[in-house]
């Protein structure tokens, strides 16, 4: 592996990804570009169809090559190509384990369409038998209904996997369809006055989303990759969980802030964000 770990990396994935040795890679969490127009600083996210699946078919191969047996691929899509990536990482040799739907409000407006509120998560796998899967991590495990509801003395004391739906706002739930202890999870979307929002980067993933992700598919000391690494979630939650952290990024400007991220958090810090609905979500207004 030419490429070394704890860093981030200027470049372009698909140059970058070349460099990084087979089957050296625990867990893998790509954000790519939509192709949907965003104004990113370098990168043309208006490409033509073809243009575009063949960028991911290239990159998506190397994740496939470098992803050790047992590892996991977590990739966030939206709507315009999520059934086109799904199909593409199966015919790559991936499994799918499972189709997670990230909503959320405050989305973007559309002005011929119903507004956009979610975003999709597919969790891959290279051997469907043989893979990381924490489920009995207590930071990963939620109540039951057997628990909240029925008091059922025959629930599982430790509490249950949460949903592939996963709740972002629960004030837009009618009373008392959610309480903090639901199975199903509450992210914020991180907005402007939010105090994790870095400010350099419009698509900013939570922390909080990404812890889960990396308790239930990774160990400490495993190697996570992120080949977008965009303003750095995904390597500073892997640092703060006390695991290794390789990242790739083709804007210089973002590396040079995603690094000041990094200095400035390290192995043991809370991850930012809330967990729940109960506590609210802190902004830089109080």
């Known amino acids: 592996m030419n490429l070394k770990a704890n860093q981030i990396h200027h470049g372009s994935c698909l140059d970058k990804l070349t460099q990084l040795s087979d089957l050296s890679v625990d867990l893998i969490f790509a954000d790519p570009p939509f192709n949907i127009g965003y104004q990113y600083d370098l990168y043309d ?30 990739l966030a899509i939206g709507d315009e190509y999520a059934a086109e990536l799904k199909v593409l990482c199966k015919q790559l040799g991936f499994h799918s384990r499972s189709w997670v739907i990230w909503y959320y409000t405050f989305g973007v407006n559309c002005a011929r369409g119903f507004s956009r509120s979610h975003t999709h998560l597919f969790h891959f796998v290279k051997d469907k038998d043989d893979f ?41 739930v009618p009373s008392p369809g959610f309480t903090v202890s639901h199975d199903t999870w509450c992210y914020s979307r991180v907005a402007g006055t939010f105090k994790e929002r870095e400010g350099f980067h419009g698509c900013q993933m939570p922390e909080q989303l990404l812890g889960l992700i990396i308790r239930i598919s990774s160990n400490p000391g495993d190697l996570v990759v992120d080949p ?3 303003s750095g979630t995904t390597l500073a939650v892997a640092k703060k ?40 979500v802190p902004t830089s207004k109080g």
Request: charged share 25%.
């Open 228 to 230: 977008f690494a965009g």
């Open 45 to 74: 996210d208006q490409k033509t169809e073809d243009e575009y699946l063949d960028f991911c078919k290239s990159w998506i191969s190397q994740c496939h090559r470098v992803l050790k047996s047992n590892g996991s691929f977590w």
């Open 132 to 172: 990381t899967f924490n489920g009995e991590n207590p930071a990963v495990r939620v109540a039951s209904a057997r628990q909240l509801v029925y008091a059922d003395s025959r629930a599982n004391s430790k509490g249950r996997l949460p949903d592939n739906t996963w709740i972002l706002r629960p004030q837009d």
């Open 241 to 280: 969980l006390g695991r290794q952290y390789l990242g790739v990024e083709l804007s210089k400007d973002y590396v040079s802030r995603i690094q000041a991220r990094l200095d400035g958090c390290k192995a043991g810090d809370l991850l930012d964000g809330t967990d729940g609905p109960s506590s609210g």
